[in-house]
């Protein structure tokens, strides 16, 4: 099978780069035209005032979202005031800034305000075909709807405000083809941490990684997002999934989406994106997803994780890196962390804090509740999302079984906004890093599945969601 638009079998990503190359420089990079910019308050704010402070304008206003997410407050009642004595100037800055520039602001009051890579997709700014970029890491989030989605730092994100250009060398393709189909209570975060655990943290270095297979096309779309969002932990320069009827079922009717006739010129050529048949990459690893079980991390990378009733490696002492990391999350060598006692539970980030993710974590915690001593936390990743737990009564739930119900942002995946758990707490958590003090100094975190969280929350240690039940 051929491209068809012409010129051979081309990767997905390759048709995607292609129709968004303005022109190939002379040292062979690519000028890349962008679709949408996304920006959070933490970074967005400094790249608008060095665009200012350059005397430049802003391009194309409309293009260009906003959000509060990274050092807002989520306790009920928050105003601009946060936890780090500086938090409340990001706030006001990225706030001014979005008005005197006439940016799409989703700010704490707005019924649209929440993590930007849920944000995004509920609103329908990501789009199949497109190109976005965002100064955050997790970008990659927004391939889940075939588009190239990843992150930059904050002149870059200057350089796209005044040309809605960026210049790029074209990443390597790989594909990682997850054939089979999940087992009973296997989830798409434990599929992303078994693909990490065997390819490294580095496995994807550089790549532009296009999921495929049997139990890809079976995830819905929160699932296929938590999937993107932890390729980030393979070192990724982006990851996507061909979009197909349930990516468009989902994105029709979004407020950012094509509408009426648009919607049907956009449909006929989102199912072109797809690789090609004879489509060459420059690697590619294949996994049954069979052999996928629930997942926890031990050590202090995503990659250091393992089904939670499989010992710690033996050996883990004698590689680069993991005495550190043995020594640092307190475990041993040759036992499992199941059964490991914590000391917090977290359920939030822009991995897992959506309403499948509620639902489902809502199903443990129903009718039980927290272990003494154990401190829980629930962060949706939207106000809309927000909005609709309320509406089912999956508030009630949490905090019945004694979780603390916030309002929506990043909160607690990293404490950038002042509030932390406490010293060398031991956490069990659904956001995607568990770097040494990432969720407070010294905090030791465990990251798994929000089942796994909400029954390690009853237990009062890392338990399985299959002992509790539902």
């Known amino acids: 099978m051929t491209d ?24 062979g990079a690519d000028l890349i035209a962008i679709d949408r910019l996304l920006l959070h308050e933490r970074t967005g704010g400094v790249a608008l005032k060095s665009l200012e402070e350059a005397g430049r304008a802003v391009m194309q206003p409309s293009r260009v979202f906003a959000t509060m997410d990274h050092i807002v407050d989520t306790s009920p009642g928050r105003t601009d005031r946060t936890l780090m004595p500086t938090g409340t100037d990001f706030i006001v800055s990225m706030r001014e800034s979005a008005r005197r520039h006439g940016i799409t602001l989703f700010d704490i009051d707005d019924p649209r305000q929440g993590i930007v890579h849920v944000v995004s997709p509920e609103q329908g700014i990501i789009l199949p075909g497109a190109i976005l970029v965002c100064p955050d890491s997790h970008t ?105 009827e349930k990516t468009f079922r989902w994105l029709e009717g979004r407020p950012y989406a094509p509408d009426s006739e648009m919607w049907k010129r956009a449909l006929a050529a989102w199912r072109l994106l797809f690789s090609d048949e004879d489509a060459v990459f420059a690697a590619e690893h294949r996994f049954d997803a069979a052999e996928v079980r629930p997942m926890v991390t031990w050590g202090n990378s995503p990659e250091h994780a393992a089904p939670m009733d499989v010992p710690v490696p033996v050996d883990a002492p004698s590689r680069a890196g993991q005495v550190r990391a043995i020594d640092y999350m307190a475990v041993t060598p040759g036992q499992p962390v199941a059964g490991l006692p914590i000391d917090a539970a977290f359920i939030g980030s ?35 999302v927000k909005a609709a737990a309320e509406a089912e009564g999956l508030h009630e739930i949490f905090l019945s079984a004694g979780f603390e119900w916030r309002e929506a942002g990043c909160s607690m995946c990293f404490f950038a906004g002042g509030e932390s758990f406490a010293p060398e707490a031991r956490v069990i958590s659904s956001t995607n890093r568990n770097f040494e003090s990432r969720q407070g100094p010294n905090t030791r975190t465990h990251l798994a599945s929000p089942e796994t969280v909400a029954a390690s929350a009853i237990a009062g240690r890392i338990a399985p969601a299959s002992e509790i039940g539902t």
């Open 350 to 384: 822009c991995t897992n804090s959506r309403i499948s993710d509620l639902r489902r974590a809502a199903a443990i915690l129903k009718g039980r509740k927290v272990a003494a001593g154990v401190r829980a936390i629930c962060v949706p990743g939207s106000t809309q």
């Open 4 to 27: 068809a638009i012409g010129g051979g079998p081309r990767t997905l990503a390759e048709k995607i780069w292609s129709a968004h190359r303005v022109m190939t420089l002379e040292s």
């Open 140 to 244: 990659c989030t927004q391939g889940a709807f075939g588009a190239l989605a990843w992150g930059i730092g904050s002149s870059e994100a200057e350089h796209v405000l005044a040309t809605m250009t960026l210049r790029l060398n074209r990443p390597p393709d790989m594909r990682i083809v997850i054939d089979g189909v999940l087992g009973e209570g296997v989830t798409a975060k434990d599929l992303a941490l078994h693909l990490i655990a065997a390819l490294g943290s580095n496995g994807a270095q550089s790549h532009i990684v296009e999921f495929a297979g049997e139990a890809v096309r079976a995830l819905d779309m929160e699932a296929r997002m938590t999937l993107c969002n932890m390729a980030t932990e393979l070192a990724c320069a982006g990851a996507v999934i061909a979009p197909d």
